[in-house]
């Protein structure tokens, strides 16, 4: 599972950057200012509040729809409390609402996405996926995907965009969940590996890098890493208060307030943000 794969996958192929953050180290700070050495252009944000987030929840997707918060988790079996699963966060206390769970014995849980009425799971190492009805969470169908794991996913509104851990996010029909394209991502000329968890945000696509708590903005149309935020000092908080905390991974937009939602694997909080972009 994706906790005991080797640290060295995380840095090869590209050249590791000095990161370099202005900030007193604390998210009660209403803003916090990153920088790299790097020609990838800063993307800096406005901290707006947390909100309790369930340790046990070993996050895999966080997405918003129709004002809900959902998350997905998967339950590694190195950590026995933790369940593949999806549902609604109630924001006041951090529990997760099950809507779906699988079996933790047969499927980890990844990246989900809501589009056409339906909502779409992600599994790890099985080449499975799920489609469920938006209201009911009842299943439609199973299918395969080409990816050899299932990591995030995300919608442009037309079609699913799926990660796999590798540089290439691959894009989806929901009609059949053929395979249409794949967009290879670099950053500097370099394949930008071990995109993880996935948020569509104004025509860009922003993905989690695993094993890090930095998330990357991605044209889509060219594949190129056009910002990069560094929010180090919120897993820094997060481990403060609990010292399970893993890395992060997980970024939800809500476009009515033109806020996203950030946590982590384990984490005990959600933290509510304004990109200064």
């Not at 992600?122 to 499975?128: G, N, P, R, S």
Request: overall charge neutral; charged content about 20%.
């Amino acid at each position: 599972m994706k906790s005991q794969r080797t640290f060295l996958n995380l840095i090869a192929g590209f050249p590791i950057a000095v990161l370099i953050f202005a900030c007193n180290g604390t998210s009660d700070n209403k803003a916090e200012t990153t920088a790299t050495t790097n020609a990838t252009p800063t993307i800096n944000y406005t901290y707006i509040k947390s909100h309790p987030h369930d340790t046990t929840a070993f996050t895999e997707g966080f997405v918003i729809h129709f004002g809900k918060l959902y998350e997905s988790t998967g339950a590694s079996p190195d950590l026995p409390q933790t369940r593949s699963l999806f549902g609604t966060v109630d924001l006041k206390t951090g529990e997760i609402d099950t809507k779906v769970e699988l079996d933790k014995h047969k499927y980890f849980g990844e990246g989900i996405a809501f589009l056409n009425g339906q909502v779409f799971q992600l599994t790890y190492k099985t080449k499975i996926g799920f489609v469920y009805d938006a209201l009911t969470f009842k299943k439609v169908k199973e299918f395969t995907f080409p990816s050899e794991e299932g990591w995030g996913l995300t919608t442009d509104g037309t079609n699913l965009i799926m990660s796999d851990g590798t540089s290439q996010l691959t894009y989806l029909a929901p009609i059949n969940l053929q395979m249409i394209k794949r967009v290879s991502v670099v950053e500097d000329g370099y394949a930008k590996n071990n995109l993880n968890e996935l948020e569509y945000i104004k025509g860009f696509i922003y993905a989690n890098i695993w094993l890090t708590n930095t998330i990357v903005k991605i044209d889509p149309t060219t594949g190129k890493v056009v910002g990069k935020l560094d929010l180090g000092s919120l897993a820094h908080d997060a481990k403060n208060l609990y010292s399970g905390s893993l890395e992060m991974n997980g970024i939800a937009y809500d476009s009515l307030a033109n806020k996203v939602f950030v946590t982590g694997k384990l984490w005990p909080k959600i933290f509510e943000l304004q990109l200064n972009q």
